[in-house]
T-cell receptor, first 116, second 109 residues
Framework: NAGVMQNPRHLVRRRGQEARLRCSPMKGHSHVYWYRQLPEEGLKFMVYLQKENIIDESGMPKERFSAEFPKEGPSILRIQQVVRGDSAAYFC??????????????FGQGTRLTVV | TQLLEQSPQFLSIQEGENLTVYCNSSSVFSSLQWYRQEPGEGPVLLVTVVTGGEVKKLKRLTFQFGDARKDSSLHITAAQPGDTGLYLCAGAHDYKLSFGAGTTVTVRA
């Protein structure tokens, strides 16, 4: 029973390039979340998606960042025109259908983005 | 400003000793989760507590959720080097998790 799968594990991009991070949720999970962990900081919520729907993107920077979770295939977090400040660990989490007022999320191993 | 405050920030103890990590907030959460994260890896879910006053035990780990569902503690009995890691608490408001900054625990052999 595979867990949340993220790839690549490590990604190096030059300033101005695009970064695409992929996440396949656990089997049976229909909810996907992206979190960012900056050095010496805690994990910060970025976006919550269900299949073909963005439910909450309140934690996403207004520019250059986008996320999708298509009907088929993994969820994608895209960062355009990367800058050094985007260097961080990006984690994807998934959860099963929500019970009322209850959330249990399982995290992937993360993608460590380094912008040079 | 962190929504959840964890203390202490760092904890170094000898194998066999006990330790307690605290997670405090002024907010009420629908549930609270504890994770352990090792360097270069993602957070691994240890436990979810839902009911105020709830106590859960996982082998040598004991988790408690405060009566008002604002705070929690993690107690490890007879710590082992394998318990070394970053312990994170996360409070849930609906689907959104708010994480503490974590407590780095080092257990020396």
């Amino acid at each position: 029973n595979a867990g949340v799968m993220q790839n690549p594990r490590h990604l190096v991009r030059r300033r101005g390039q695009e970064a695409r991070l992929r996440c396949s949720p656990m089997k049976g999970h229909s909810h996907v979340y992206w979190y960012r962990q900056l050095p010496e900081e805690g994990l910060k919520f970025m976006v919550y998606l269900q299949k073909e729907n963005i439910i909450d993107e309140s934690g996403m920077p207004k520019e250059r960042f986008s996320a999708e979770f298509p009907k088929e295939g993994p969820s994608i977090l895209r960062i355009q025109q990367v800058v050094r400040g985007d260097s961080a660990a990006y984690f994807c989490a998934s959860s099963p259908i929500q019970g009322e007022g209850f959330t249990e999320a399982f995290f992937g191993q993360g993608t460590r983005l380094t912008v040079v | 400003t962190q929504l959840l405050e964890q203390s202490p920030q760092f904890l170094s103890i000898q194998e066999g000793e006990n330790l307690t990590v605290y997670c405090n907030s002024s907010s009420v959460f629908s549930s609270l989760q504890w994770y352990r994260q090792e360097p270069g890896e993602g957070p691994v879910l240890l436990v979810t507590v839902v009911t105020g006053g709830e106590v859960k035990k996982l082998k040598r780990l004991t988790f408690q959720f405060g009566d008002a569902r604002k705070d929690s503690s993690l107690h490890i009995t007879a710590a082992q080097p394998g318990d070394t890691g970053l312990y994170l608490c996360a409070g849930a408001h609906d689907y959104k998790l708010s994480f503490g900054a974590g407590t780095t625990v080092t257990v020396r052999a």
